[in-house]
């Protein structure tokens, strides 16, 4: 495809591919997490003559925040992770405008065989990941922690 072929969008290809893989996981788990929150709650603000959009930003939003994060954190890891859609999709390039660290580990252990270089790339991902879960939990623990101080 020839837009695969320049550099300025290889890699956004690569993004919105990633990002069709990843709706119908993301959806599943955000549908299950609607699915619990109790109807009872909506009945009563709907009473008290609250509009669809003070439901959603006073139940459904607070009630579905935690499955929110379950499904950023996943998704990150598993974007940082991502080697399959860019091999297929760009093989790393044009000019390696499509190379992550996942793709140059694969390719420091698989292609040039400097596997202990590819095994410390690995772990420089997972520490990556590892830190961004946790500023992203800490970061939404702490807006929690505030909101319920209101």
Known sequence: ????????????????????????????????????????????????GAGPLSRFRYITWPLLRPVVTVVVILGFIYTVKVIDIILVVTGGGPAYASQTLAVESYQLSFKTFRFGQGAAMGNVLIVISLIFAMVYLRFNRRNIQTEGEQ
Not at 17 to 46: H, M, Q, T
């Open 1 to 48: 495809m020839p837009w695969l072929s320049s550099t300025g969008v290889a890699l956004i290809a690569v993004t919105l591919v990633n990002i069709w893989v990843g709706i119908p996981f993301n959806l599943v788990i955000l549908y299950s997490g609607l699915k619990e929150i109790p109807s009872d709650v909506y009945e009563a603000a709907a009473i008290d």
